[in-house]
């Protein structure tokens, strides 16, 4: 019992000290609660500080308090995507510095090299230079006898030239002085141009006989004869022109024709309405006055009589010049004035039958037969103006492509040929003509296609047409009339081959329509016949005493618009 209890003491006494060991229950209580307070101040203090992260997210995604809670602060970001960001954010201005350090070492290092090249290239241009100098100064003498051969040689040039050009003065004036005397008796033998031509060459072969050297008068004769061949062929492409600076008479003085417009008024009593402007190389031109150069086939009025200028014994009142560029006009009285002379315009023609005759022979030398008669309509044949086309008109070049009409230079080159010459015209009250899906005035001569032809319109039960007609024919008679608006302009255009290619195939007649010599002599003689007839029977009634009365109190305009079209 005693031992018992003696253990029994022996055990409480170790109890006792086990609990003196553990933590009190009043100090535990204070650090669970201290645990929560700290847990709730940094709750608070992330939630503050989320606040402020996400509302400047930008600045402060790389911080490192923010970079672990990214996806919490913005949770459209994951926590590695925001880490990559910063990541490349902190190295690249590293790598770039250090990119950079190497890319200017490496450009210094290659400067470097150039600079030494360019030292060692100054260098060897040096020694070039000096050995240049060394030879110059060994061939300068030589240089110097070579400049004075070349001189020499110049003069002598320049004086054999002058010699020959006298020569040539010579022999011109002796050529005109002979021919002009001879001329008279020459043109009553020779009715037609071709035996003109002979007798003027036998004229030369008898102005050679007064030579005292047989040489030099072949030479002569030869040269004669090439000046005058060429004179007629500048002259078959002159077209009864002025020259540009030639000065036209105007209502309101005095003015160059290439400074004259569409629509300005000429002292004559006229409108102009065309203008005509050709390239002509080394054409001679007759010089009448100061300011007045005209084609040797242009037509004037001399003691009451029109006559062409080369007709004409003008001697000292003239003088011959040469030009490159000619140009002329179409007014509504047909009549041009230039230093108190006066001249008929472009157009000449004064009634409609001459010109129905003219188109008639032109169109029967054209289809080189009379087969296929046409009908000619008076009302569209007088007037230059129906012979045009509108400025949208495409025109084929060499090339193969098509440019407007009214865009077209003088020298371009179409497919047909080179551009001598271009016609501007005022288009009022024009009736304009469908051929083959082309529009063109009335009094164009044209040929579609053979495949694409067909006839609209033939007006006369005497014209006929066989199924496989493919001459040239007036656009009148083949197309179909179809009225155009906005068109306050024709054009046309003059070439060498007298013709050139549109759209759809269609071909058409130049501005001057044919250059057969028989057909332009044709024309001339019944023009000149036709304008001296009108002339002396207008000088007859105004000269008749029974009408003297009668006419004062007539409009002269009357006389000088008879047979005109209407519709100008």
Not at 480 to 501: C, K, T
Not at 515 to 531: A, G, R, S
Request: aromatic letters at 10%; a positive charge; hydrophobic letters at 40%.
């Amino acid at each position: 019992m005693e031992r018992h209890s003696g253990k029994l003491k022996l055990l409480l006494k170790d109890m006792a000290c086990i609990t003196c060991s553990h933590i009190p229950y009043g100090l535990f209580q204070i650090t669970i609660f201290f645990v929560i307070a700290c847990i709730i101040t940094l709750l608070v203090i992330a939630f503050y500080m989320q606040k402020k992260w996400r509302k400047n997210w930008d600045k402060y995604r790389c911080s490192l308090t923010a970079i672990p809670f990214a996806s919490f602060i913005n949770p459209k970001e994951s926590m590695l995507t925001n880490l990559d960001y910063c990541v490349k954010k902190k190295t690249q201005p590293m790598i770039k510095a250090y990119t950079k350090y190497k890319l200017d070492s490496a450009a210094a290092s290659v400067i470097k090299e150039n600079e030494n090249a360019i030292k060692e290239a100054i260098k060897t241009e040096k020694t070039v230079n000096e050995a240049k100098e060394e030879t110059k100064s060994m061939f300068s003498g030589l240089f110097e006898i070579f400049n004075r051969m070349l001189q020499i040689f110049k003069y002598s040039t320049h004086s054999i030239q002058n010699l020959f050009f006298k020569i040539g003065a010579i022999i011109w004036t002796l050529y005109h002085l002979l021919i002009t005397q001879i001329n008279t008796i020459s043109i009553q033998i020779a009715q037609f141009q071709r035996l003109i031509v002979v007798v003027k060459a036998l004229a030369i072969l008898a102005a050679g006989a007064f030579l005292p050297l047989i040489p030099l008068s072949a030479i002569m004769i030869a040269l004669i004869i090439v000046i005058d061949l060429e004179a007629k062929a500048a002259e078959k492409r002159a077209y009864c022109c002025f020259t540009p600076e030639t000065m036209i008479d105007t209502q309101k003085g005095k003015t160059s024709i290439q400074d004259i417009s569409l629509g300005d008024s000429l002292s004559g009593g006229g409108t102009v309405t065309g203008i005509v402007s050709l390239l002509t190389p080394n054409t001679p031109v007759i010089q009448l006055g100061a300011n007045t150069c005209v084609t040797c086939d242009h037509l004037l009025l001399n003691n009451n009589k029109w006559q062409h200028v080369d007709e004409l014994f003008l001697g000292n009142y003239s003088k011959t010049k040469f030009t490159n560029g000619l140009m002329c006009l179409v007014t509504t009285n047909n009549i041009i004035k230039s230093g108190g002379i006066t001249f008929r315009d472009y157009e000449e023609v004064r009634t409609e039958d001459i010109q129905c005759k003219i188109a008639g022979i032109i169109l029967q030398s054209l289809n080189n037969s009379n087969t296929h008669l046409q009908n000619l309509l008076p009302k569209y044949e007088l007037g230059e103006r129906n012979n045009c086309l509108p400025g949208q008109t495409k025109v084929r070049l060499l090339n193969g492509d098509y440019q407007r009409i009214d865009s077209i230079d003088v020298g371009t080159i179409t497919s047909c040929g080179k551009v001598l010459g271009i016609y501007k015209c005022i288009t009022k009250n024009i009736e304009w003509f469908n051929v083959n899906g082309t529009i063109v005035s009335p009094r164009v001569i044209c040929k579609p296609s053979p495949q694409n032809f067909v006839i609209n319109k033939v007006e006369s039960k005497g014209s006929r047409f066989s199924s496989d007609f493919q001459g040239w024919s007036k656009a009148y008679n083949i197309g179909e009339y179809s009225p155009i608006s906005n068109n306050d302009f024709g054009y046309h255009l003059i070439l060498e081959s007298r013709h050139f290619e549109l759209e759809n195939g269609l071909f058409v007649r130049d501005f001057v329509e044919s250059d057969d010599e028989i057909v332009q002599d044709f024309i001339t003689k019944i023009v000149l016949t036709d304008l001296n007839k009108y002339y002396n029977e207008y000088l007859s009634f105004i000269n008749n005493t029974n009408y003297k009365t009668n006419y004062q109190n007539k409009d002269s305009k009357q006389f000088i618009n008879k047979g005109r079209c209407p519709s100008f």
